[in-house]
């Protein structure tokens, strides 16, 4: 059994897309991440930058006991391996994906991340008008990048459908719940398209679609006490006593 600790965001959801793909089965774990449970020390052991999503495999195939993965690049390509579907292993194509997923998890995710983060922000820390430029012009400019190489292949990776097209796949449709568009962009919407028909796809962006409106409310005090703890994070300080 696989078990996903998670929150339905685009880096979530490229989990659940994956796994619903393959039909295998999986548990999900909340982790309220607007709460803060990401900081709790039993998660931190198998995520220790504080982020989710992150997987524990109780049957690797080792047969070594339980393996705990971070990184939601990381994860799928250890699900996908494992399975023997959405990873091709020889050389060539093994590499092909592994390049997009590394393009995905340092570009598109964290820019269009941060563009979300900037906008929200409006002018409570001053002008935010240049970041905000900043951001959404690197977001216009990685879409063209996917709409390029999409221009002359069906998917991202060449002609058959993987991890590379499934990572990428939940932050566009972040775009465009957000009221975005990137409709300039001919190759990627017919891709976009294409994938949003998928079921697996679509099962995969409903995963634990209700988790949020399961909490409860929280007061001001404690809205407060989130705020510091979310935000403007800083190194957390090492345990005494460690190897020095």
């Given amino acids: 059994m696989l078990d996903l600790h998670y929150w339905p965001t685009p880096n979530g959801q490229k989990v659940t897309i994956l796994l619903e793909e393959l039909d295998v089965p999986y548990r999900l774990v909340p982790v309220a991440i607007g709460r803060g449970e990401q900081f709790a020390?039993?998660?931190?052991?198998?995520s220790p930058n504080n982020r989710m999503p992150a997987l524990v495999d109780h049957a690797p195939p080792d047969g070594a006991g339980p393996i705990s993965v971070f990184e939601s690049g990381a994860i799928m390509m250890y699900v996908a391996e494992k399975e023997g579907r959405f990873f091709p292993q020889d050389l060539r194509s093994r590499w092909e994906v592994t390049q997009w997923v590394m393009w995905q998890m340092a570009n598109q995710g964290p820019k269009t991340g941060e563009a979300g983060h900037f906008k929200r922000l409006g002018d409570r820390e001053g002008d935010q008008s240049y970041a905000v430029r900043?951001?959404?012009?690197?977001?216009?400019?990685?879409?063209?990048?996917?709409?390029?190489?999409?221009?002359d292949r069906r998917y991202v990776a060449g002609d058959a459908y993987t991890i590379a097209d499934m990572i990428a796949y939940p932050w566009l449709a972040a775009i465009e719940r957000k009221g975005s568009s990137f409709d300039e962009f001919q190759y990627l919407q017919r891709w976009y398209r294409?994938?949003?028909?998928?079921?697996?796809?679509?099962?995969?962006?409903?995963?634990?679609?209700d988790l949020s409106e399961?909490?409860?409310?929280i007061s001001d005090e404690e809205k407060e006490r989130l705020g510091k703890l979310l935000y403007n994070q800083r190194a957390r300080p090492a345990p005494e006593g460690g190897l020095a």
């Fill in 214 to 217: 399961q909490l409860p409310a």
């Fill in 41 to 46: 020390d039993a998660f931190l052991r198998i």
């Fill in 134 to 151: 900043r951001f959404e012009d690197e977001v216009h400019r990685l879409c063209g990048v996917l709409n390029n190489r999409l221009f």
């Fill in 194 to 209: 294409e994938l949003g028909d998928r079921p697996g796809v679509q099962r995969g962006m409903e995963a634990g679609k």
